[in-house]
């Protein structure tokens, strides 16, 4: 059977102060009428019956998932700490192979946007039909347009199938040089971060590369549906070292594939990349959700709440206002929210900022 499993429990701190520990970025509504993650719901559930969505999210965030989209237990997969993507998913893969040994997972993150329903369905469709046999972890590649930093990239290897290409390397977060070589050797595509696999092939690359991790999740696997469950999940999740499932299995297997797509993507992981789909001024100024008096800004993106932002002689900026938190930092800066976030949590005095 195929299943859908949606990772929902990260933080968004690249859209502190919007995105809160309290409500992050996947329960905001960022673009549109509704939720990020219900609008990744609706995405998938035109392929994958509602009964086979899983989300996959931190306990804090179960109260919400039921009220937004009006899932049960039944359907939430609860991690009591965040240890990253390869531990979100491989939870999700010993989850969903207890009840049916021939599960497929089609893996999607809960904050990106998607332009071109029919485009992301027949991809999905195809990686599946690609997935199904065991043999290969399947990637969907973006055709990437700027050396972004905060992606991962995938070099095309030799075509295997009809617009399915091995993956001769998958290179995480590279630095600006190498994302810019990447750009003007025109072979690379941007990892989407959605995956479709196998739930045991995933587990043996597991077992593979990250056999610490793999021990945990047997030990879970060994008590799905007994009254410890929730006892051992934790016991091992405290003992796991957190690592990203790009990292820790992608950059390493030999079995990736690729599809190119060819539906408008962004993960929207930050607020520039927010911009590239809001509506500019004359001056390439953005201003949304509140009053804004500027004089002589330019290209700089203000994001209020219930003031006035008075802002002089600025560009390039982001002025990010909330009830209790001003943000003001450069666009190039962007991806560093993140550490200050990091930076700020351990702080007793802000913390409860975060
Ligand atoms: N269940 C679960 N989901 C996660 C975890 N880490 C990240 N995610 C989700 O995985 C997807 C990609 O996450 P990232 O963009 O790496 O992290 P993020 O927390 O959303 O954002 P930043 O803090 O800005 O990096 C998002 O949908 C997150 O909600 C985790 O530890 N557990
Ligand atoms: O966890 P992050 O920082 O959002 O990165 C992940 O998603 C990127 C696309 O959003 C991918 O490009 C990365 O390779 C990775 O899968």
């Known amino acids: 059977m195929i299943y859908a499993v949606i990772m929902s429990g990260g933080l968004g701190s690249r859209f502190w102060p919007k995105s809160r520990k309290g409500l992050p970025k996947q329960f905001l509504k960022i673009i549109g009428q509704k939720t990020m993650i219900e609008n990744t719901v609706d995405r998938i559930s035109t392929i994958i019956p509602r009964e086979n969505i899983y989300v996959v999210t931190n306990q804090n965030y179960v109260g919400i998932i039921k009220k937004l989209l009006g899932f049960d237990n039944k359907n939430i997969f609860k991690e009591p700490l965040n240890k990253e993507t390869a531990s979100c998913i491989g939870l999700a893969a010993v989850k969903l192979l207890k009840k049916d040994f021939e599960a497929t997972m089609v893996v999607l993150p809960s ?49 295997i199938q009809d617009n399915v290409f091995r993956v ?10 190498v994302a810019t070589s990447f750009i003007e050797k025109g072979n690379f595509l941007w990892n989407s971060g959605m995956f479709v696999w196998r739930a045991d092939r995933l587990l043996r690359e597991i077992k593979k590369y990250l056999p610490d991790l793999y021990k945990n999740l047997m030990r879970i696997y060994e008590y799905i549906g007994t009254e410890d469950e929730e ?28 599809i190119p797509t060819n539906f408008v ?29 500027v004089m002589d800004v330019k290209n700089t993106t203000i994001m209020g709440d219930k003031r006035l932002v008075a802002a002089i002689g600025i560009k390039d900026m982001l002025i990010i206002d909330t009830d209790d938190v001003i943000l003001v930092c450069p666009k190039d800066r962007a991806q560093s929210i993140k550490d200050l976030v990091k930076k700020i949590s351990s702080s007793e005095e802000f913390e409860k900022f975060i």
């Open 111 to 159: 904050d990106h946007l998607i332009i071109g329903q029919e485009e992301f369905e027949q991809t999905i469709k195809r990686a599946i039909d690609v997935a199904q046999d065991g043999d290969y972890l399947v990637t969907m590649g973006v055709a990437p347009t700027r050396p972004e930093i905060g992606y991962g990239y995938i070099e095309v290897g030799d075509k």
């Open 231 to 258: 006892k051992v999940i934790k016991e091992e999740y405290e003992k796991i070292d957190g690592i990203s499932i790009d990292f820790g299995v992608m950059q390493r297997t030999h079995r990736a594939v690729v």
């Open 265 to 293: 993507w962004d993960d929207i992981g930050s607020f520039t990349s927010l911009e590239r789909f809001l509506s500019k001024d004359e001056n390439g100024n953005i201003i949304q959700n509140c009053e804004a008096a």
């Open 168 to 177: 001769k390397r998958f290179i995480e977060k590279p630095n600006l040089d």
